[in-house]
């Protein structure tokens, strides 16, 4: 048999870490609180499902521009330079099927069989596939885990060869909820310009940042422009998971590489679809920020009554919809409490090795997947969870 491809066969498996341990449990009927994955619980808001309608109703159905639509792009420019501080013009914007597609074409764009591209540990660990697909190789550098899991330019250059090629960042972090200040960028950008690397920047968690958290793009410090792909989407901040939407801004001589990829993987994203984005990005940006108190007032009672745990220790999330508690105490890998708490208390949290062996010792607790009640709920078998487990 000559398939699957090499590069297939030699990718690391696809896993879904402790979703794949829920089948039974919800073949049975249990009352199953899924805090493992990142699905935002709104509803996509009204006027930018309106404008989508309107757009198929005007007969916005036959081929679009490769890129995107104009329009969109220079709405998206404005916006890029509005509240990110990057100067693309509409002809660096490609508009994506989202933040994977975004990543995928980076990788094939940017990657050499046998290039390394370095992922922050604990990382995102659907970045992986890509670069592999794409030939490369994944190198893990340790953010720095006893200092809120900073980023530590010294210790990641450790990990820098003359085989490297890219750095990927997520900013805000997936899993800690880090959101990096301008010192911690600065020392990455640093190594970038002295290593002539490129930076895939994801940013799919933008919008949403706690307190007075300020969310910083690479792109926008000096010298990083030219060496980054910023890539965004609707995804989390306008709950607009299954539609499919985001977009990237390039440096201008790289954009043809880019295309070449998502000409051919999807020609263009369905042309009605970029008007409810329009719509998103043109409105007022209220419901986004009603969306986000809600998770900050959600993320607020998940880590006081996480603190309240024995054996538990979880600092604030700046950002993101993710809390990563310290369970160390309780003298058990996080892959053991994770499978315990599901069988016991039929809550959903993954465990923090599945994002690399730094991410040991902590758990993924997501509080913008359910309702302020549901969290309430989970936090109340989470407790009699780990108060009996001091006791064993
Ligand atoms: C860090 C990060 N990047 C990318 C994605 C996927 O984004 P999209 O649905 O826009 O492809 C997620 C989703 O959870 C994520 O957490």
């Known amino acids: 048999m000559k398939w699957p491809a090499e590069r297939i066969a030699n990718s690391s498996p696809k896993s879904f870490g402790m979703y794949e341990k829920t089948g039974q449990l919800i073949a049975r009927g249990a009352d199953l609180i899924h805090l493992e994955v990142g699905r935002p619980s709104f509803d996509t808001p009204v006027h930018i499902k309106e404008a989508t309608k309107r757009a198929l109703d005007d007969g916005k159905v036959h081929y679009g521009e490769f890129p995107g639509e104009l329009k969109f792009r220079e709405a998206l420019a404005d916006k890029l330079h509005r509240d990110n501080g990057i100067a693309a013009t509409p002809e660096q914007i490609v508009v994506t099927g989202g933040l994977t597609h975004s990543a995928f074409a980076v990788c094939m764009a940017a990657v050499d069989p046998g290039d390394e591209v370095i992922l922050l540990e604990p990382y995102y660990p659907q970045h992986i596939n890509k670069v592999e697909l794409a030939g490369g190789r994944i190198v893990t550098a340790p953010l720095d885990v006893d200092n809120h899991f900073s980023i530590d330019a010294e210790i990641i250059e450790r990990y820098i060869t003359p085989k490297t090629r890219m750095l990927a960042l997520v900013n805000p972090a997936n899993p800690t909820g880090r959101v990096y200040s301008r010192e911690e960028l600065q020392g990455l950008a640093g190594l970038a310009i002295k290593h002539d690397l490129l930076v895939m920047s994801d940013e799919v968690y933008e919008q949403i940042v706690f307190d007075d958290k300020q969310h910083i793009s ?175």
Request: hydrophobic share 45%; with cysteine.
């Open 218 to 392: 690479i792109a926008s410090l000096p010298g990083m422009a030219e060496r980054t792909v910023s890539m965004f989407a609707f995804t989390k901040g306008y709950a607009m998971d299954g539609w499919r939407l985001g977009y990237m801004a390039a440096p201008a001589a790289f954009i043809s590489a880019l295309l070449k990829i998502t000409m051919n993987d999807m020609s263009h994203v369905n042309v009605f679809i970029q008007d409810g984005g329009y719509a998103a990005i043109t409105a007022t940006q209220d419901c986004v920020a009603q969306m986000v108190a809600e998770d900050q007032r959600r993320r607020d009672l998940l880590v006081e009554r996480l603190n309240a745990m024995p054996g538990v220790r979880c600092a604030l999330p700046e950002g993101s919809i993710y809390a990563f508690p310290n369970i160390q105490a309780t003298g058990l890998s996080s892959q053991q409490v994770a499978e315990a708490i599901l069988e016991q208390t039929h809550v959903v949290v993954e465990a923090g090795s599945f994002y690399g062996d730094s991410g040991e010792g902590y758990l993924r607790v997501c509080f913008g997947s359910v309702s302020y009640e549901r969290i309430e709920e989970a936090m109340n078998r989470l407790e009699a969870f780990f108060v009996d487990l001091q006791h064993t």
